[in-house]
Each structure stands twice: as structure tokens, then as C-alpha cells.
T-cell receptor, first 110, second 113 residues
Framework: GENVEQHPSTLSVQEGDSAVIKCTYS??????FPWYKQELGKGPQLIID?????GEKKDQRIAVTLNKTAKHFSLHITETQPEDSAVYFC?????????FGAGTTVTVRA | NAGVTQTPKFQVLKTGQSMTLQCAQD?????MSWYRQDPGMGLRLIHY???????DQGEVPNGYNVSRSTTEDFPLRLLSAAPSQTSVYFC????????????FGPGTRLTVL
């Protein structure tokens, strides 16, 4: 999307290691930041989200952090497993619309 | 609930042909939208609707038309297909509140020759 930059585009990690994906957004009015996981041949599914009044949120092995001042937010996956292999998208919400990053292809090596 | 459904799953068109991609949801969501997904470009918004009778353009609307006559259905029309419209198309829906989960359909893979 035009508002969100996502890095890296590909990420290969050893099973059990951590994976980190970073996104930046441009509009300070954005107030909601979801992360989606897309498995091969399927539509994206929400895995975690964070609102602008919160700095960090965790759900088991995944966590998201938000730095509103720097307009950065990140996805952290700990203890990666083979089923974490997928494409991950960050997004920001502004004016009724979700704008998505270009995606990160994560491969977990056994 | 079936969630968000899309038909067809696959479609091949010739340049200049027209077709309609169907999308339906059974969650009584006010907001529906269409995205296209191309390699390295993520998901780009084509058109969206905040309720029956209301539609608006997204980031890449050219070459596509939409209508929203019911809450459940949001078809996407290609009036004269072009090779540049080869892509995977996803329909999505949610309640209008910004922090509600957006659900995606399984996608339609379209090839224009």
C-alpha cells in the first residue's frame, strides 16, 4: 500500500529462533495496526493487532510493538515452528481503509 | 457462518472480455472491500463500500466497477479485461468500526491473455 513500508521482504530463520518484521507508516492519524498471515492458496487471516493507545501486545509466541513517535510497529515471533512459514502483512487504518505493506515471506528451516 | 465467499476460484479471460467476480458475506458486515494482490506489491485496495448503496474508490480503481445493492453482496465487474488485470483478487468484510477484525475471502485467481 501507499502508506505502509514493510521490511524485510523475505526472512529465513532456523526453527526455534525468533523472527522480526518491521513496518513504518506515514500518517499520524492512523490509529489501528493489524497483522495478517497468509498461507499458500488462502486469504489473509488476522493474527494480532494493536491500537494507538497501547505500546505492546502479546499473544503466546507472537507480540507486536508500536512506537507512535517514530511511526514504527513490529511483529515478533518467538520459538518459530514450521507452521509459522507464510507471508505476513502489516497494515494501518486510516479514513475507513486498511492499507497494507508489501508482505514478508517467512521460511522456517527445520 | 460461511464467512466471506468468492466465486469463481479461477478464471481465464481474453483481452476485452468482461466478467463479474462475486463476493458474499453472511456476518451482517456493513463494510466490504476488494483488493488485488500482485507479487511484491502486497494488497492494494480497488473499491470499498461502507453500506448498501454506498461505494467509493480505493488506491487502484481504474478498469473496475462495483455496486452494493444488498448488505450481503459486493460484486466486482471488469468491463473490458486487460493483461494488467491478471492478479489474485480478494474480497473482505468487517463491521464499520475501525478496530473490528477484517475477514478475507479465499480469493479468485484471474488470468487475462
Amino acid at each position: 500500500g501507499e502508506n505502509v513500508e514493510q521490511h524485510p521482504s523475505t526472512l529465513s530463520v532456523q526453527e526455534g529462533d525468533s523472527a522480526v518484521i518491521k513496518c513504518t507508516y506515514s500518517d499520524s492519524a492512523s490509529n489501528y495496526f493489524p497483522w495478517y498471515k497468509q498461507e499458500l492458496g488462502k486469504g489473509p487471516q488476522l493474527i494480532i493487532d494493536i491500537r494507538s493507545n497501547v505500546g505492546e501486545k502479546k499473544d503466546q509466541r507472537i507480540a507486536v510493538t508500536l512506537n507512535k513517535t517514530a511511526k514504527h510497529f513490529s511483529l515478533h515471533i518467538t520459538e518459530t515452528q514450521p507452521e509459522d512459514s507464510a507471508v505476513y502483512f502489516c497494515a494501518d487504518y486510516n479514513d475507513y481503509k486498511l492499507s497494507f505493506g508489501a508482505g514478508t515471506t517467512v521460511t522456517v528451516r527445520a | 457462518n460461511a464467512g466471506v465467499t468468492q466465486t469463481p476460484k479461477f478464471q481465464v479471460l481474453k483481452t476485452g472480455q468482461s466478467m463479474t467476480l462475486q463476493c458474499a458475506q453472511d456476518m451482517n458486515h456493513e463494510y466490504m472491500s476488494w483488493y488485488r494482490q500482485d507479487p511484491g506489491m502486497g494488497l492494494r485496495l480497488i473499491h470499498y463500500s461502507v453500506g448498501a448503496g454506498i461505494t467509493d474508490q480505493g488506491e487502484v480503481p481504474n478498469g473496475y466497477n462495483v455496486s452494493r445493492s444488498t448488505t450481503e453482496d459486493f460484486p466486482l465487474r471488469l468491463l473490458s479485461a486487460a493483461p494488467s488485470q491478471t492478479s489474485v483478487y480478494f474480497c473482505a468484510s468487517r463491521h464499520t468500526q475501525s478496530t473490528d477484525t477484517q475477514y478475507f475471502g479465499p480469493g479468485t485467481r484471474l488470468t487475462v491473455l
